[in-house]
């Protein structure tokens, strides 16, 4: 495919897209905004057809299909007479088109533009629509019935910026696991697994590669959960299950973070597109690892945290972290806030940040807010065309419902964790209860917010 590139100016992007979004007939909207080696250019220097353009302080490269793409079908069918482009000279003929009169739309049809990263520079793209709704489930999620004062923490917008995020990836790496219960086995909580496994259902729906990292000492655990979820249709397909640091033997350094998260070693090549922790607990200052109440369990911690450290230092790699109560990976970001308005916060703080940090009142509250928003943006065509690059066919949300999450599927999944051992991360309840709360009712309130948003009950 041959681009029209120009640049524009970043306040300017949103008209930009609106006015070209209103004219499919001709080029139509832009189909990237941002780094152009994301699309397989190498730089903007490269060799290329035209005249050259000049860049000003805050443009931004703006990428469009071209009808220059045509010129080589053309050649191909050895016509003996064609009209069409020539670089630089737009082929123009007398039949009229229709352009709208006006570019007033409905929500649903008013793209907005988001800047998503800066390094690699990265804007996407979704309909206004789609925007205040997942604002909506982003609210939804700070509910705090814990009182823990996890509103100081939340981050407007990050959960946007998050799901655009994942959404152009194709290969998302997801970490959890908080064995506050020492004295039990297995130690772990039933906060976070649960979330874990709903984003991974929403992410294979949408044919991404998806890989769990876990601990060495509850790899087995983690591959038998999946393993029961792949049986109760949860998920469509097992996900693989892998130990970081390596069960070889390997004292865990950088080169082996290195080499977890890259092919080869080669920074340019990376393994995952986006890691997500969700509900794990993160480093601390003085380099522990503890619970809300400041308990040190660092003896049943393995060094996760690594591969975030390095990723932050990897353009290819984003990260989130999901958490509730400031003392899980990612929440680094907002240690000053965990500091201030968290109960013990100085001693638990994670110091380790992430790309996009998740607040919710319950951390498996952030993992179907995920899903939920993930669906959100595959249903929007304005997002599913920049997506696929203005090629192929529109994707049939229907495809993804089932993916969504839903107090029938969660049950399922509360079951197999009941199963396997996980317990309410307060009370050490063997049971339908998630960090104190009831989940017929706590639980089954937010669920019923969330789906309500998307118009699904």
């Keep these: 495919m041959f681009l029209t590139m120009r640049p524009v100016p970043k306040d300017k992007l949103d008209v930009v897209y609106r ?23 190498p730089s903007l220097t490269a060799e290329h057809l035209g005249g050259d353009v000049q860049f000003q302080p805050g443009d931004v490269p703006v990428f469009w299909c071209c009808g220059v793409t045509t010129m080589p079908a053309v050649k191909s069918a050895k016509s003996s007479l064609a009209f069409t482009h020539s670089p630089g000279c737009m082929y123009v003929a007398d039949v009229m088109a229709t352009v709208p009169a006006t570019t007033t739309s409905s929500p649903a049809d008013t793209p907005k533009v988001v800047h998503v990263s800066q390094e690699p520079l990265l804007y996407s793209v ?29 981050i407007p917008g990050e959960l946007l910026r998050c799901v655009l995020a994942m ?10 696991g908080f064995p506050c219960h020492t004295e039990l086995t297995p130690p772990e909580e039933n906060d976070g697994p649960p979330g874990a496994v ?61 080499q977890f998260l890259t092919h080869d070693g080669d920074l340019s090549r990376p393994r995952y597109d986006h890691l997500v922790a969700i509900e794990r607990v993160g480093r601390a200052a003085d380099g522990t690892y503890r619970t809300m109440k400041a308990k040190d369990i660092s003896s049943l911690v393995g060094p996760i945290d690594q591969l975030f450290d390095l990723a932050n230092e990897i353009p ?75 090629v192929g066919f529109p994707w049939d949300p229907a495809k993804l419902r089932g993916a969504v999450p839903s107090m029938e599927t969660e049950e399922k999944v509360m079951s197999i964790m009941i199963k396997h051992g996980l317990r309410d991360g307060m009370t ?30």
């Design 428 to 457: 050490a309840e063997l049971g339908l209860v998630v960090d104190g709360l009831q989940f017929a009712s706590e639980h089954a309130q937010i669920m019923k917010t969330l789906r309500s948003i998307l118009g699904l009950d």
């Design 316 to 390: 290819g790699i984003k990260t989130t972290g999901i958490g509730d109560g400031g003392n899980e990976l990612g929440m680094g970001t907002v240690q000053d806030k965990v500091h201030q308005f968290i109960t013990n916060g100085p001693d638990i703080a994670c110091t380790v940040p992430a790309d996009y940090t998740i607040t919710a009142g319950v951390s498996n509250w952030g993992g179907w807010a995920i899903a939920a928003a993930l669906y959100v943006l595959r249903a929007c065509p304005i997002h599913d065309r920049y997506l696929r690059r203005a």
């Design 19 to 41: 006015i070209t979004h209103h004219m499919p007939d001709v080029h139509g909207a832009p189909i990237h905004i941002g780094d152009p080696a994301t699309i397989g250019i």
């Design 167 to 176: 959404s152009h990836a194709s290969s998302v790496a997801v970490t959890t």
């Design 198 to 258: 709903a984003m991974a259902a929403m992410l294979q729906a949408l044919g991404k590669q998806v890989t769990m990292v876990m601990d060495a000492s509850r790899l087995q655990l983690m591959r038998d959960i999946v393993e029961d979820c792949v049986q109760a249709g949860i998920l469509k397909e097992s996900v693989a299950v892998l130990p970081y640091p390596p069960t070889d033997g390997t004292a865990p350094d950088r080169e082996v973070a290195l």
């Design 126 to 154: 979704a309909s206004e629509l789609a925007v205040d709704q997942i604002q909506r489930l982003e609210k939804a999620v700070q509910a705090d019935p814990g009182k823990r004062g996890i509103g100081h923490l939340h």
